[in-house]
């Protein structure tokens, strides 16, 4: 059997080239920096990613990511008026035939509502006996 060996360390780089490093590593730090700074939102979409997965906790996350960024489509409707007034159930089945591949979220106004705005998502306000109080709203 082959004797197992301990890995050396990696070689040094010559000072020169450890300093140009440095100076590399603080150059794409600053840049960072001031594109967020320039970028606030960037902060609240990556939030509201880690929000959704780890209330979801989906197998796939990939997968997860592709369709949680993809949106819905842009030509199809995002809004429902129409709805206020109707069951939770009929308003939902209404949405999803409207527009194919949104997740509908039915919330009781009573409670509150979900923090988080996403782009393939239908939140749905009831009353506490079911019926729409708002209009739905793609976010």
Not at 1 to 10: G, K, Q
Not at 98 to 112: C, H, I, L, T
């Amino acid at each position: 059997m082959p004797s197992e060996m301990a890995a050396a360390p990696p070689p040094r780089l010559p000072m020169d080239l450890r300093s140009e490093a440095r100076v590399a590593e603080k150059t794409l730090a600053d840049a960072n920096a001031a594109y967020v700074e320039r970028h606030p939102e960037i902060n609240r979409i990556l939030s509201d990613f880690v929000c959704a997965a780890l209330v979801e906790q989906p197998t796939d996350l990939f997968e997860f990511a592709r369709h949680h960024f993809s949106g819905v489509d842009s030509k199809g409707k995002v809004e429902w008026p129409e709805l206020v007034g109707e069951t939770a159930e009929s308003a939902s089945n209404r949405i999803k035939a409207d527009q194919p591949g949104v997740f509908v979220v039915v919330v009781n106004e009573a409670e509150g509502d979900i923090p988080a705005s996403r782009n393939d998502r239908v939140r749905v306000l009831v009353d506490d006996s079911g019926l729409v109080t708002k209009p739905p709203v793609v976010g």
